[in-house]
Every structure is written in C-alpha cells, then in structure tokens.
C-alpha cells in the first residue's frame, strides 16, 4: 500500500491528504502508541488496513487483528494499565460487543493514555443500526472528543493521549461514516519513541474490580470525571466562532454542515464548536445559553447536546429558547447534510434562501432514472453456490437463520436465504431458539470471520443443549465485506507474520460436534446439494447439530492470484444454438456475469464480469453453458 508508505515517513512538516481513518492510522505514530488492537468494521476498516502494512516497519510496536471487540478491548485494556498507551478500534455494533470490559476498564482506570476510536454509521451505510456511541461515554463516565474532519482526526487523537494521562481513563474518540471517509490536506508532525517494555506494578486493589474494590473505585470515577469536566472548561477543543444574536452548538461532522449552511444563507450566528462532549464543559454551555435568546443544538442522531443544554437551562434557570430534535426542526435518524441543516436554519430564523430548492427538485426529477444497482454477491463468490444448494435441497421451505457478513445479501431474491439476524453470531444462537419452537427446518449460515469472532460459544451451547441445527460455514479465507482482513483462520496476523491457522473442522469437533463435514463449493453443485439433504437428515434424526463447512476462497482473492501468475481458466460461454431460453440460470442463480440478449431472449455472459467460477454449467439443465480451453 503506497499510502501505508507515505504514512511512516518522519517528515514533520509534510502535508498530504489523507483520509481520516488514515490520519488517525498516522496520528498512532506520532502519539508513541505501543500496541493496537481491533476487529474490523466499515466505516474504521482503514485504520487497520493501514497498521498492519505499517506494524512490520515500526519498532516497538505491536498491531493485531483480535478475534472479537471484546477480546481487542482487553488486549489493548491490559496494555494501558501495564503503562504503554494503547488504542483498541471498532465500529459503533462493535462498542457494543466490548460493551463489557469497556465498564470495568473505567473503573480501574489507566496508567497510560488509551484511546477507543469507535467509528458510528449515520444512514446505516454499512451497520445495522444507527447506534450513537455518545451514550457509552455518559454511561461510562468517560471522556469523548469527536473530530469534524481528517486534520482534527490527528490532531485531536494527540490530544486525546494527553487527556487520558491527566485523569487515568480511556477516551472514546467518536468518529462517524462522513468524517471516516473525507479527505482533507493533513500535515505531518515528529515521530514519538515507544517502550520496548515495561515493567508491570501489582495492584489487586485497583485492577481486580471485585464488589468491595468496585465500591472504592466508583467515587473514585465520579471524582475523575469532575477532574475532566474541568479540563474541558478551558480546552481549546470547544470554542465558539462568529458573532449574531442566534446561537448554534454543534459538534463533529454536523459543524461543517453549519458553517456550510450559514454561509449560503447568510445567516449571523455565534456557534459553539464541542470538540470534548462529554464531560459537557458545564460552564461554557450555560454562558453561552445565558448570550441568546434563541440556542439552536445541530447534532445526528439522539439528542445528545439538546439534552445537556435543556438540564442546564433548567438547572440554572436560564431563560433562553433551544431548538432542535425535540421541536421536530431536526430528524433523529440518518445522515444530515448541508441542505438539512440549510432548510432548518431557514425556517428558524425567518430567512429567504438564496437557493431554490424546489427548483433543484423539479430539475433533478427531470433527470431519467439511473438503473437500480441493488448490493449484490459478486460474481464468482462461492457463497452463491452454496446459497444455490442450499434452498435446492430445503426447496425453501426451511428457516435460514443469517449473520454478519457478504453473505447477509442472500436476503435478496432468488436465493431467499436470510430469515432472521440480530448481530453477529446469531445465526446459531437464534437457530437454537427456533429449533425449540419450531418442527421446521434449520439451516443456518455464518461466514468464518464471525464464526472465530461471535460464533464459537453458541455452537457450544448448541452442543450442550443438543439443539437440531444444522450450521453451514461460509469459509472464504479471509473477513471479506470489511476489506480483506486476516482472522484466526487465515494463519496470518495483523504484523504480517504467517502462523498455523486454527481449522474451523477442528474447533467444532473439539467443541463437541459429531457431525461436521468440509466441501467444495464449486467441484459439483448436485453433490453439494446431496450434502445439505444429509446434514438436514441426520440433524434432524439425532437431534443434534450439525456441521458443514463449504471451504472456498472469495472470488476476489482467486482473481487476485490469477493476475499474480497468469493462468487463467478457459473463459465460460452460452451456446446460443442449444439454450431454449428457459431463464434458469437468470432466474435461479442470479449471477450478476450473466444476462439477457435482448434480441433473442437467452442467457449470455459478461466476459468482464465473469470470475470463471463455472456454478452456471451445474445449473443449466440443457448443457448450454460450456467452456473454452483453459489459457
């Protein structure tokens, strides 16, 4: 990765855009942090993609691909508490999954700076909520500071370490899609040293959080918050800019907007710029109320900052009219932009836009319709085949319970193939609950990166209470919609070194599964079809769960390989002279290679798109779909 690269030069002074993700990646280096840790989740996947080219070249350094978020807290926890600084990264479902070790670690506390980037996904671009993570910082009664764009990505992650030094405790460094994924012009500042190591000082009374410790320790919390609250009273990160009568506190992504929009309408507003929002620098927030009459609060998602300034309004019997989420001005759900924030501000200052939106709407409307590109598998993915089989066998009448992961596309039709899905992992532990209530069939399905990460205590529990389920693995050798990671699987780690990778077959054997089989996905999809009937026969008649691991690499990984060395199967083709344009292989397998010649209605395939999986030939009942000789 050249970015990688550009990423370790000791060069104080150079300027380069960067994303946010990888000025945050950057901002690890010039902090000294010793150790990172992290499970990979869209919109953070940049940051570890980044270390872990960067880790084999940095001393004193170790980077890691944890199994889990959970399991990345503890890691990087321990590392804290040793007395290096560490950071621990994820995505907002993510915080939720180290929700856990995230309570106690602030109870104990720090020695050394920490810092947990959580990336929130506004619009659930790529999530499947719209979790806010402020909530964890009040709950918590930790510190939190949010970036606005790439360049307070760096800069902030530095003055985060500082933070979390004076008071003891991590700091959730708050991130969302739009900040994550802007590019601004970001200069490099000096490299700082890191420990080899340290030596680790015993102290069972702080770090071993039993009932009468966790007494003890929770005041002790409440007084460190306190001691944050005011160091946030006279940071730089919160300021207020421009003079006006209306008064405007925003925070992250939401003050460009604001700028944005003030400028278009011309509008004169003081605004209040939060960079530490929690502790709410108390003081600040209630002068600023006490400046205006008018206080309009412009943040995504919950009411978070609204909800401060009506306590302290309250509290200090502050006369002032605050708008925002509760009046219905501003929605709770999805991405703002700067026309949100634009029309809002508009209607509450009385304004006239100098821009005509609803001409803007009659002119895009005017616009022909872009095709629908619904997400789909890509062509060649094993999952697809497997999928195929899948709903073949259970003639779709079994439940198919879904889990995180490419995989979760199969809900789209023809395959049909995703029921239920709560988070990762859930596809064994719901399956378990149905398998109970239910005469139906089950069939659930997990990728091998989630099953590593959230899937090995229900198959366990599975096990234990002998729940007939059958499981299939989606083994594609690597944590394939983030990016490419590596997982235990794999047998590579985040420092790029090459390990035995632990063995899916082995791990379910070893948890007590009696029935656990590997295929091959693309060697015959009638035998695979065969496989699923038997796995669904002898769950069912043994009541007991069942495995089977169909073992395939993702398409992109194999069609990286081939452009490595060259080889390249023959290229699959329709035979127009034997189709009869039945449409099973459009309408049953639904692979995005293959379309309709529209002069004579039968199946063709986009050469460009085709990965040359070959699942087609298995599918067409006539033998049309043939291969040329391989190259």
């Not at 109970?436 to 096990?463: K, N, Y």
């Amino acid at each position: 990765m050249a970015k990688a690269k550009e990423l370790l030069e000791d060069s104080p002074g150079k300027k380069i855009l960067l994303l946010a993700n990888e000025a945050i990646a950057r901002g690890v280096l010039e902090a000294g942090v010793r150790l990172v840790a992290l499970y990979p989740g869209t919109p953070s996947s940049e940051i570890g993609n980044n270390l872990t080219f960067m880790a084999p070249h940095i001393s004193d350094f170790y980077f890691e691909f944890s199994a889990n978020e959970k399991v990345a807290l503890e890691v990087a926890g321990a590392a804290a508490v040793a007395g290096v600084r560490s950071m621990m990264v994820c995505k907002g479902p993510g915080l939720n999954v180290a929700a856990d070790p995230f309570f106690s670690l602030a109870y104990v506390g720090v020695r050394a700076g920490m810092v947990i980037v959580v990336a929130d996904d506004p619009s659930m671009w790529s999530s499947q909520n719209e979790n806010d993570s402020r909530y964890y910082a009040l709950m918590g009664n930790t510190l939190m500071m949010e970036p606005a764009d790439p360049i307070e990505a760096k800069s902030m992650l530095l003055d985060a370490y500082e933070l979390s030094e004076k008071v003891g405790l991590p700091v959730l460094f708050r991130t969302t899609t739009r900040v994550n994924h802007t590019r601004a012009p970001v200069e490099f500042g000096p490299i700082r040293s890191r420990p080899k190591t340290v030596e680790f000082t015993k102290d069972p009374l702080r770090f071993v959080p039993v009932p009468a410790v966790a007494r003890k320790r929770h005041p002790w919390l409440l007084k460190q918050i306190e001691t944050a609250r005011e160091l946030s009273e006279k940071s730089p990160l919160n300021f207020t800019l421009g003079k006006g009568d209306l008064g405007i506190v925003t925070s992250g992504v939401s003050y460009n907007y604001v700028l944005e929009a003030l400028d278009v309408l011309g509008v004169k507003a003081e605004v209040l710029k939060l960079g530490i929002t929690h502790p709410i620098p108390e003081r600040m927030l209630s002068d600023f109320l006490r400046k205006h009459k008018t206080v309009v609060v412009v943040e995504e998602l919950e009411p978070f900052l609204e909800t401060h300034a009506r306590r302290l309004a309250q509290l200090h019997e502050i006369s002032v009219k605050i708008i925002g989420k509760e009046q219905g001005q501003f929605p709770r759900v999805y991405e703002y932009s700067t026309r949100i924030v634009a029309e809002a501000l508009c209607k509450i200052a009385n304004c006239n836009t100098p821009i005509n939106w609803s001409e803007i709407d009659e002119k895009v409307a005017e616009l022909p319709e872009l095709p629908p590109r619904p997400p789909l598998l890509c062509a060649g993915c094993p999952h697809r085949a497997t999928y195929f089989a899948i709903r073949t066998a259970t003639r779709g009448k079994a439940i198919y319970p879904s889990d995180i992961g490419c995989y979760t596309l199969s809900i789209a039709p023809p395959l049909e193939t995703a029921d239920i899905l709560f988070d990762m992992g859930s596809s064994i532990t719901t399956a378990c609950g149905l398998a109970e209530v239910t005469d139906q069939d089950i069939v659930a399905t997990i990728g091998d990166s989630t099953f590593f990460a959230s899937g090995l205590a229900g198959l366990a529990s599975a096990v234990y209470n002998q729940h007939r389920i059958c499981l299939v693995v989606l083994d594609n050798r690597t944590t394939a919609m983030t990016g490419h990671q590596p997982h235990p699987g794999t047998g590579l780690t985040g420092m790029q070194k090459q390990v035995p990778p632990l063995d899916i077959g082995d791990a379910c054997r070893g948890l007590g599964v009696k029935y656990v089989k590997t295929v091959e996905p693309f060697e015959s999809i009638a035998g695979l079809v065969a496989e699923v009937r038997e796995m669904v026969k002898w769950a069912r008649e043994n009541h007991s769960p069942a495995v089977l691991i169909s073992k395939e690499p993702c398409a992109l990984l194999t069609a990286a390989d081939r452009r490595k060395t060259g080889e390249f199967p023959g290229r699959y083709y329709v035979d127009q002279d034997v189709c009869n344009a039945c449409k099973r292989c459009l309408n049953r397998l639904s692979c995005p290679a293959m379309y309709m010649n529209p002069d004579t209605e039968k199946a063709m395939i986009d050469e460009a798109l085709c990965n040359l999986c070959g699942t087609c030939v298995s599918v067409c009942p006539q033998g049309a779909i043939k291969q040329e000789g391989a190259k």
